[in-house]
């Protein structure tokens, strides 16, 4: 594309939609966020998307989003329904390019803990060379969080502020773990030990994959990045360098925009 043009990414997540409005300016030579939003996924297909076909039509104007000149999604909910005037690219793809335009870097490993699944990209010279994902168990992810959280009555934010003295949690359910916090809460634990033993769950499920995965410098990005203790815990677990872009959660539909605008 060549000239000033807006895109719009989405990426469609099985809890949340995240859609980012950026602008390429050629006098710039570069990619410019307008704004970026995030909706429930109920709430986003309820109110604003109709079936056509074999295509999803979003009201872009009850968003309160502008015409745009280019449109890309992706995600969870990609193969499912594709965007009417849209084009659709696989999901790691657009996490590769988002994180790659949000920290510089061209070597790094990917780490992705969304709402219910999680993945881990090799990426090598900006190119993805090895990957693995896991949609099948929500242990890993914002939503075993979320969970852990209000049964501990704390704020997702409050949560991430706990790393030392971790009560050792061994289900690696995400159902089973909510019975066994709850067992631990009952044997008289503190708090803190509590919501450290949650974060550092979440770490060491990650470490056993990463071991395949080679590098010095870990991308965090996705929902779960935004936990504090997650991210210091990955980093003194893995002994890597955690680079946490700017806007994680948004990372996918940011590469949608991304890409989008390559040559």
């Not at 309820?46 to 056509?52: D, L, M, S």
């Not at 969304?114 to 949609?135: A, E, P, R, Y």
């Amino acid at each position: 594309m060549s000239g000033q043009h807006t895109i719009c990414g989405i990426d469609l997540g099985s809890r949340s939609v995240k859609i980012a409005l950026m602008e390429y300016k050629p006098e710039e030579e570069g990619l410019e966020i307008l704004r970026l939003e995030s909706l429930d996924t109920i709430r986003f297909y309820r109110e604003y998307g109709r079936k056509q076909g074999d295509k999803l039509s979003v009201n872009f104007e009850a968003l309160g989003l502008p015409a745009v000149d280019h449109l890309v999604s992706t995600g969870y909910g990609r193969n499912t329904l594709e965007l009417a005037g849209g084009e659709a690219i696989p999901e790691l793809k657009a996490h590769v390019l988002g994180a790659i335009y949000q920290t510089g870097l061209k070597d790094f490993t990917l780490v992705d803990l969304g709402g219910q699944d999680s993945k881990i990209i090799q990426v090598q010279k900006g190119k993805m060379v090895d990957f693995l994902t896991n949609d099948k168990c929500a242990a890993s992810s914002g939503r075993y969080l979320e969970n852990m959280a209000t049964i501990l009555d704390l704020t997702l934010e409050e949560l991430g502020e706990y790393t030392d003295a971790p009560v050792e949690l061994n289900s690696t359910c995400a159902v089973f773990g909510e019975s066994e916090l709850i067992g631990k809460i009952v044997e008289g634990f503190p708090l803190t030990e509590l919501a450290a033993g949650v974060n550092t769950t979440i770490v060491k499920r990650i470490l056993p994959l990463l071991r395949s995965f080679r590098g010095e410098i870990i991308v965090f990005t996705g929902g779960v990045a935004h936990n504090q203790a997650v991210g210091k815990l990955l980093e003194r677990g893995s002994g890597r360098k955690i680079v946490i872009p700017q806007e994680p959660q948004y990372n996918g539909a940011i590469g949608c925009c991304v890409y989008a605008n390559q040559p």
